[in-house]
């Protein structure tokens, strides 16, 4: 069910907590959703969260879904396009963007360093 994003002035967050890994990850990737929700089903809502990658960790597929993302690469290392082991793609450092529609295909990804990205996923509205 979306929730709707609430007025949230400028706050720490704790980077210690409230981290869970995403369905369908490998271990070593989690997710804190820091604002709003998105309702896959019914295709609607807005989520904003941080997923966070520890050293080392890879996907071996690439990734599609039907609504929008938005990412930006806060702290760490970024490989786009490895193999399913984890080895070639392309490296991007911190400060690195990336917006795609729907029905884009991505990935797959590994960090060697770990990483933090900021999130945004929502659909276009009706």
């Known amino acids: 069910m979306p929730v709707n994003k609430l007025h949230d002035e400028f706050h720490t967050l704790d980077l210690t907590s409230g981290f869970e890994s995403p369905p369908g990850y490998p ?9 709003g929700g998105l309702d896959e089903k019914n295709k609607r809502g807005t989520r904003t969260r941080l997923l966070r990658f520890a050293p080392g960790v890879y ?13 930006f690469l806060v702290t760490g290392d970024l490989t786009v396009g490895n193999d399913a082991r984890g080895k070639g793609g392309e490296s991007f450092p911190a400060f690195t963007y990336a917006c ?6 991505h990935g ?11 999130e945004m996923h929502y659909y276009d509205p009706v």
């Open 27 to 35: 271990p070593g990737i989690q997710q804190k959703i820091i604002a």
């Open 108 to 118: 797959p990804f590994r960090s060697d360093k770990g990483c933090i990205l900021l």
């Open 100 to 105: 795609r529609p729907p029905g884009a295909v």
């Open 59 to 71: 996907t071996t597929e690439p990734f599609v879904h039907d609504y929008w993302e938005e990412v």
